[in-house]
Every structure is written in structure tokens, then in C-alpha cells.
């Protein structure tokens, strides 16, 4: 190939690369995805109550182990320490891809000793200067590393603020399982006591040769299985106390001291600041901002990744000084350049750069893909909260009047087989129908509060974008 062609080519492959960078199209900015969010809720409001502050929601309870339990697992959890971990990385990222956009200065020095030739006298040499370099961000490639890096650190935050919220929410959940637990207790207990007295009684009948046999077997078999529900009861308690433990990290023998303070269900909750529309919603999700975020990033990588594949332009300099000693005389002079300007222009790499244009831009749409995902379950975690909450309502007076009628049957039914006009079959129906009822309305209690909690996580728990809390009035 000849010098002139040689050239050609260069000249077309630079001209090619310029064309590239000028018909180089951006990924879509995460704000030009389309969320797929409803347009309206589906699932009935709650209603009545006032608003609250959600940072403030847990004080509601009154109930100050559950907010010392929250803040124990949030220290001691490795959900949260992770998150912060990841912020700190995140940070120091953001930091290095800055500096990319910034010249680079580094200091020599160098000393050496002895004689250049034969014949000459040694010599001993001093040198030490500054160097410089800086890479011209001529297509963006810099910029858009550090707006990637920019973004994950957006997103790593938004994610620790999400690890709080969801440890918050468990911590609060398993504390209402071990309270739920032992008011179960509580029910079984009275109900084994009860059996263990008709059994009592019933035996002191049969002696006396006024009841069958048979029935005072029946009467013990109730007995005994009335027991052994108190003792399962019992140990699921202990396993919710052991699950506490894990969760909040205090030694056990403290919790116990706190759990045996009385616990107060709570009546009534204040209405959380629920957006009217779901896709208002998003802005209060710090889990939907972290996706968001995601995908600007990602977005960015791919602007870099096509940069990468664009000319390079570099500028260096250099100042120093050198110091030279030799027989007895000391000469010394200063040296500095500017330079070169180089650019370079890749011609070829076996696919390398196009690939991870590739790879860049599958990673973006990745994220898009996660990003609705993560809206269409943020919309579908608040419906769900809102049909429990909705439903846990209107079953609650009905689960309440069953209650007082299988307690008023029972008792009648306790009434005429002590005074001989009934059966302990019919007695032990009542008594099974009773104590499902109760324990039906106990779980329906638990089920109302545990919808408050979800409802709580749902809407982001306090949650607030940075623009919003810097746009706040202070």
C-alpha cells in the first residue's frame, strides 16, 4: 500500500469515527419511561382519622418498646449496614469519576550516580519536576461516567432509606406476632381451664355412679387436648420472643423484663398521606427512586461506552528542574514542555468497544424493565394493603357479634349439662365453635393492624426525594 493510500485510509476511518459520534443516539432518559402506573386506585380508601406525619407514625402505638425495638434492629441490622456500605462505595466511585474530568499532577524525582563513558569523572545527577495530563472530554464519555456514578450514588441512598422502612416493618410485624401469640395464649389457657374443670367434675359424677364412663373419658380426652394447645401456644410464643432476639439484637433476659409490661391494641390509626393518584405514589417510594436512578445510570453507561469508541485527545506538560555535579563544579537548569497534543482514533479491536456498547445498552434496558416492574408492584402492594384494611373493617363487627353469640351459647349449653338436662357432646360443640370464634376475632385484630404496617411500607414510609426536602420551606 502506498503512502497516499495509507492516508486515504486514515483519512476515511477518522471521518467514518467523526460521522459515528454525530449520529450517536442517547439512551432514553429514565424520565422519557413511561410508567405504567393505573390512573386512578381500585381498592377503597381508608377513611375517617386525620393525617399524619409518617416519620411519626410508629408513636401511634404508645408503646414505647416497639419504637426501642425498631430503632435496635435498624442499628443492628446487616440489611442496613450493607445499604450503608454500599453508599460509601458508591460515594468513593462518584469521586473517582469526577477526577476523570480534571488534569492529572504527579511529582518526580530521580538521583543517580556515576560516569556516562570511560575516562569520565563520576557525576552525580538530581532531577525533580512536575508532570501533568489531562484527557479532553471532546464526546462526553467522562461526563457521562460521572453522571453514572452520580446516579448510584442517588440510588444507594434511596436504597438505605428503603432497607429502614422494610426493617421497620418487620421488626413492628414480629413484635404484633408475639403479642397476637400471647393473646392467643391467654384464650386457650381459659379455654383449658375450663375443660380441666368439667373433667374434674364429671370424673366426681362418674365415681359417684351418675355419669357413664364413657363420658368421663370425654370429658378428660377435651381435657388433655385442651393442654396440649396451651403448651404449642406456648412454645410458638417463646419461638416469636427467639425471632425479637435476632431482629432487635438485645440479650434476651432484657426483652423478657420489657415484653412483660401490658400490651394495649390499638384502636385507632391516623390515615397515612396516601397519594389520590398511584402515579403520585412513585414520588414517596425510595425503592421506585432507587430503580429510577438505575436506569439513568445505566443510561449514562451506555453514552460512555459509545464515547469509548470515539477519538481520544490528550494534552501533557511537564516542568522540572535538573542538577548535575561533576570535578568539583555544580551546573543546574530548568526544563519545561507543553505537549503533545495527541489524539487517537481506534481503528480496530476485534469487537472489543462494540461490544460493550452492547452489553452497555442491555444493561439499560434491564433496568427500564426493572424499573416498571418495581412501579407495578409498588401500585399493587398499596391496593392489596387497602382491600385487607377494607375487609379486615367490615368483618370485624360480625367476627365480634359471633364471638358474644357462641360465648352466650356455650354458656347455656355448660348451664343444662350441670344441671343434667344436656349432653357433654353437645357441651364440647359449643365449646369448639366458642374458642374458634375467639380466636378468628383475635386474628382478625392482628390482620387489621398488620394492613396498617404494609400500608405504611407501601407509601415509602416518610420517605421524601431530595428535590422535594431541598425545595421545602425551612
Given amino acids: ?106 511529582a518526580t524525582a530521580a538521583a543517580t550516580r556515576g560516569n556516562a563513558q570511560a575516562g569520565a569523572p563520576l557525576a552525580t545527577t538530581l532531577q525533580g519536576g512536575l508532570q501533568t495530563a489531562w484527557e479532553i472530554d471532546l464526546f462526553g464519555g467522562n461526563r457521562a461516567a460521572a453522571d ?103 440479650p434476651e433476659p432484657q426483652l423478657r423484663q420489657k415484653l412483660d409490661v401490658a400490651w394495649a391494641e390499638p384502636t385507632e390509626f391516623a390515615l397515612v398521606a396516601l397519594a389520590p393518584l398511584p402515579a403520585q405514589l412513585l414520588v414517596q417510594r425510595p425503592d421506585v427512586y432507587q430503580s429510577e436512578r438505575e436506569v439513568a445510570a445505566a443510561s449514562a453507561d451506555v453514552g460512555t461506552a459509545r464515547a469509548d469508541r470515539l477519538p481520544r485527545l490528550t494534552l501533557s506538560g511537564q516542568v522540572g528542574r535538573l542538577a548535575l555535579r561533576a570535578g568539583g563544579s555544580t551546573n543546574s537548569m530548568e526544563t519545561w514542555s507543553i505537549g503533545p497534543l495527541a489524539m487517537t482514533m481506534p481503528i480496530f479491536d476485534g469487537g472489543r468497544r462494540a461490544a460493550n456498547e452492547d452489553a452497555a445498552t442491555a444493561r439499560y434496558e434491564e433496568a427500564v424493565a426493572l424499573y416498571t416492574a418495581r412501579v407495578r408492584q409498588a401500585v399493587r402492594e398499596v391496593e392489596e394493603a387497602l382491600v385487607v384494611l377494607e375487609s379486615a373493617r367490615d368483618r370485624s363487627q360480625d367476627a365480634r357479634t359471633a364471638v358474644e353469640g357462641y360465648r352466650a351459647s356455650f354458656s347455656a349449653s355448660e348451664a343444662r349439662y350441670r344441671s343434667g338436662l344436656g349432653s357433654l357432646i353437645e357441651m364440647e360443640d359449643q365449646r369448639r365453635v366458642a374458642l374458634a370464634a375467639e380466636l378468628a376475632l383475635v386474628n382478625l385484630q392482628r390482620e387489621r393492624i398488620a394492613a396498617w404496617i404494609a400500608l405504611y411500607r407501601a407509601v415509602g414510609g416518610g420517605w421524601a426525594r431530595p428535590e422535594a426536602i431541598a425545595a421545602a420551606p425551612r
Fill in 1 to 106: 500500500m502506498t503512502t497516499r493510500s495509507r492516508l486515504f485510509a486514515l483519512s476515511a476511518a477518522a471521518a467514518a469515527t467523526l460521522w459515528l459520534a454525530g449520529c450517536a443516539a442517547v439512551a432514553r432518559p429514565p424520565e422519557s419511561v413511561a410508567a405504567t402506573a393505573p390512573p386512578q386506585w381500585y381498592a377503597p380508601l381508608p377513611h375517617g382519622g386525620t393525617l399524619t406525619d409518617l416519620k411519626q407514625w410508629w408513636q401511634q402505638f404508645n408503646d414505647p418498646l416497639l419504637i426501642d425495638l425498631i430503632e435496635a434492629a435498624q442499628t443492628v441490622s446487616p440489611t442496613v449496614a450493607s445499604a450503608g456500605s454500599r453508599i460509601a462505595q458508591a460515594r468513593a466511585s462518584r469521586v473517582a469519576a469526577g477526577a476523570a474530568l480534571l488534569p492529572t499532577l504527579d
Fill in 148 to 250: 453514572a456514578a452520580q446516579a448510584r450514588l442517588d440510588s444507594e441512598r434511596a436504597g438505605w432509606h428503603a432497607a429502614r422502612v422494610a426493617v421497620a416493618a418487620e421488626t413492628a410485624n414480629s413484635y404484633l406476632n408475639l403479642r397476637t401469640c400471647e393473646r392467643q395464649l391467654g384464650v386457650v389457657t381459659n379455654d383449658a381451664r375450663s375443660r380441666a374443670e368439667t373433667a374434674r367434675l364429671t370424673a366426681l359424677s362418674a365415681e359417684a355412679g351418675f355419669t357413664a364412663p364413657a363420658v368421663s373419658a370425654l370429658a378428660r380426652a377435651s381435657a388433655a387436648e385442651a393442654s396440649a394447645r396451651v403448651t404449642q401456644q406456648r412454645a410458638q410464643c417463646e419461638i416469636e420472643i427467639k425471632g425479637l432476639v435476632a431482629l432487635s439484637g438485645l
